[in-house]
């Protein structure tokens, strides 16, 4: 599917502080004409549109710290600032919203920058977390959560969920949101596109 949308999500570091750990998320667009957009609210929530329709969004942010976790779901982690800024390097112009949060006595920063095609999310740990272990959430938790997206089912969409073992060895298709099409946990995770009707958009 050429010059389809696609989806990576890969860890990065970039000459910012240790300890340091990014997470880039890329959304491309199936067409030149496609419009992305990812506004943030004042409360630090967000949504991935295109061609100013929402196709994701948010879910809870949070972190683990000090055995606890810190989520906008239940309010204990705290927005400290949010701030916006226009920029470029070697990907292109884009506009950039960080935020800073505070989990218990750690920060952490996270940010997205939305260029012509694609947006990148990043977070860092600004001041270093501890004891993130996730054992007691069982043996598929996560210490962290930017982005984190809702299931909330779209109109008209259709997805691909590659799974299995080898991350293709039992692919799925369905509806965008409906039960057990796409995977979960550490054998169900792996690369998912969502289409509209006619496949002129497709997000990897």
């Not at 004409?33 to 506004?39: F, G, H, L, Q, Y």
């Not at 920063?109 to 270093?128: D, I, K, L, M, N």
């Not at 993130?132 to 779209?154: H, I, K, N, Q, Y």
Request: aromatic share 8%; net charge positive.
């Amino acid at each position: 599917m050429r010059n389809s949308p696609h989806l990576q999500l890969f860890a990065h570091a970039d000459g910012m502080p240790a300890p340091l750990l990014l997470l880039l998320l890329l959304m491309a667009l199936a067409a030149a004409t496609a419009e992305i957009r990812v506004p943030v609210q004042p409360d630090g929530s967000y949504a991935v549109l295109l061609d100013n329709t929402t196709w994701l969004p948010s879910g809870a942010t949070f972190f683990r710290h000090g055995n606890a976790t810190y989520s906008t779901h239940d309010g204990s982690l705290k927005l400290v600032r949010q701030a916006s800024s226009a920029g470029s390097d070697a990907a292109g112009v884009f506009n950039r919203t960080r935020l800073q949060w505070r989990a218990g006595d750690a920060r952490v920063e996270t940010s997205v920058r939305v260029y012509e095609r694609h947006a990148v999310f990043r977070q860092a740990f600004t001041s270093g977390l501890s004891r993130t272990d996730c054992s007691a959430l069982g043996a598929e938790g996560v210490a962290s959560g930017w982005p984190s997206f809702r299931m909330d089912p779209l109109p008209r969409r259709g997805v691909v969920s590659w799974q299995g073992i080898m991350a293709g060895m039992d692919t799925k298709t369905g509806s965008w949101g409906a039960a057990g099409v796409v995977g979960t946990g550490i054998v169900g995770t792996g690369p998912i596109a969502i289409f509209n009707e006619n496949v002129k958009r497709t997000s990897w």
